[in-house]
């Protein structure tokens, strides 16, 4: 039992998927959010925001104070760039945090992820499949049938639609660097420099299309962007080094023990 709750805890949940129907869908069977008791310090909120091609859930966890200026954190949309996810699970399972409204969603492909596949059940790239820009892309990018046809994709677009937040912090791998080609290149720069990254141009060799961060950016009044980080990095930098960067250029901070 402890195992299994420490499972959905790390928002990985990448054993046995749940039955789906023939269309692919999940039955709409509830998922129980750990209680108070259970839960992080720093969680004050959590939902299941959706369910995979395979039916495992989207897990979004609230951290901070509601009201300060919103953040959204997202990670493992390709389920073979697993180890930023750390980042966002280190500021989940930490001490609370103030000065900022935060929402980190550690896995948002957990099929791939379960299968070391940076596309989804279906095949699919979820960074290819949002509704901005889209395009019929084959191979390795392969956008799925129309815009927005992956239960991932339109979970993330409604928590985005529901949350709408100042800024949309999407982590990657393994290309190294902070994408400047946004609508908030000065905070970019500043991102890079916090993180110790290089700053970059993420063109994808001309297939950047109908990704989160675009579909974002022209639909919303905040700003979104992508943060990469190489192919295998140190795990006291994902766990340590890039939680505590996060919080110091977006202006936050972890409560002293003993104080709240």
Known sequence: MKRLLALALA????GAPATTTTSGAAPATA?????AVDRPAAVVEHRVIGRS????P??????GEPGERRVVLLSTMHGNEPHTRQILTSLRDGRPIRGIDLW????VNPDGLARHSRRNAHGVDLNRNFPHDWVDLDGSYESGPRPGSEPETRAVMAFLRQVRPRRVLSFHQPLDGVDTDTKDPRFARRLARALRLPTTTLDCGGLCHGTMTSWYNARFAGAALTIEYAARPPRHRMVVEAPRQL???LGARRTRPGTS
């Open 104 to 107: 980190v969603v550690p896995v």
């Open 31 to 35: 998922v129980a959010a750990p209680s």
């Open 247 to 249: 919080l110091d250029v």
């Open 53 to 56: 091609v395979q039916g495992r």
């Open 11 to 14: 928002g990985v949940l990448v």
């Open 58 to 63: 989207l897990h979004a966890w609230r951290l």
